[in-house]
């Protein structure tokens, strides 16, 4: 198990450097890269750091062309700059953003707390229902609740989470219809003023949108994934055995079909949680008006922000590594019949 797991530790290495190395090598072949956007800015007037300091309208001449590629770097060759940025990385440096003057640690803290409500409601409420109704649909194969509850969430599953946001938007949030729900930010302004109960209301009452948009969709594969494989172990020989017994139908399924069944669940836990966080939710950020990690990651590949862009793919590369690792060794602790080592791995 040792010797598994520091192979899969060195294996990350070439794993990193590699999408590091994909993405810093397009980068320089992108067009329109962060000095042509603070110039950009700076012609247009509504530059923002550094290059609010010169005129609306003004070229930059070829010295103030020179003293910004100095100041973010492009001075120096292409090579120089990504063994720069691998040794950042490896003392866990993310650099600094471009276009916000601020660290990319700092960024991200700043967005995390939008992207931890919708990823931690988004994945505890899509297991917390897909599950049990995913044994119910197996212990009810073909009866007529099992294809009423595959019809709805199949349709849920088909809908664009978008689709569904403006729909809800136009029913509920002060469109066509009603008002009931608002539209911006995880709380109100006087969010601070409220009581505990009235906060915990509040935030509940603005994640009750977005939140609904993130989870119609989900509910189908984690509720088919349980279906099928509770249905798989039902047939199985041990099942028929246990049934002769005589031991009663809960029983059968909750102390022997279960522990079985939920491997491939339990399994798949540490991946869905870390992707439910950083899978990005881009367009319902954008609907709703919520500042995350999918809007921060999306304005820094449009403006051209390689810090943030390098930075977060580093991040979120690295924690898809880990969570992988961990998936292979929940296989271990579940079901004691893995083993590595005899595998040949």
């Known amino acids: 198990m040792i010797a598994y797991i520091a192979k899969r530790l060195l294996l990350m290495i070439p794993t990193l450097l590699g999408a590091l190395t994909i993405t810093f090598v397009v980068m320089q072949f992108v067009p329109g890269g962060p ?22 309208g003004r070229d930059l001449d070829k010295k103030q062309l020179e003293d910004l590629k100095k100041m973010y770097g492009f001075d120096k060759p ?7 940025m691998l040794a950042s990385y490896a003392r866990f440096d993310l650099g600094r953003s471009f276009l916000q003057n601020k660290e990319v640690w700092a960024l991200i803290k700043e967005k995390l707390p939008v992207s931890i409500s919708l990823g ?57 219809f009603f008002d009931w729900f608002p539209l911006r930010g995880l709380t109100s302004d006087n969010w601070e003023e409220l009581s505990w109960p009235a906060r915990v209301a509040d935030y509940f009452w603005h994640l ?41 139908q809960k029983r059968v399924l909750y102390k022997h079909i279960f522990r079985n069944a939920m491997i491939p669940l339990v399994t798949g836990f540490p991946a869905a ?24 990651a999306y304005e820094s590949v449009i403006r051209r922000d390689y810090p943030v862009v390098l930075g977060s793919l580093y991040l979120f590369t690295l924690l898809a590594l880990v969570t992988k690792l961990v998936t ?18």
């Open 35 to 56: 000095i042509e956007q603070l110039m950009a800015e700076a012609r247009a007037g509504v530059g923002g750091g550094e290059a609010s300091a010169y005129k609306a």
């Open 78 to 84: 292409a090579h120089v700059r990504y063994f720069e």
């Open 120 to 176: 931690l409601w988004t994945f505890l409420v899509s297991y917390l229902v897909s599950v049990p109704l995913g044994i119910a649909k197996a212990v009810r194969e073909g009866s007529r609740f099992d294809t009423l509850t595959t019809g709805i969430v199949l349709l849920g599953y088909a809908i664009p989470g978008f689709v569904l946001g403006l729909l809800l938007i136009v029913l509920f949030a002060g469109g066509s």
């Open 208 to 248: 009750a949108l977005p939140l609904t948009c993130l989870v119609i969709g989900s509910f189908a594969t984690i509720t088919m994934l349980t279906k099928n494989t509770f249905i798989e172990e039902i047939r199985k020989q041990y099942v028929l055995v246990a049934r002769a017994k005589g031991l009663a």
């Open 273 to 296: 949680f870390i992707g439910a966080f950083f899978a990005g939710a881009l367009l319902i950020e954008t609907l709703f008006s919520l500042d995350g990690l999918g809007l921060l």
């Open 328 to 345: 292979d060794l929940l296989y271990v602790v579940v079901d004691p019949r893995v083993q590595f080592g005899a595998a040949g791995r």
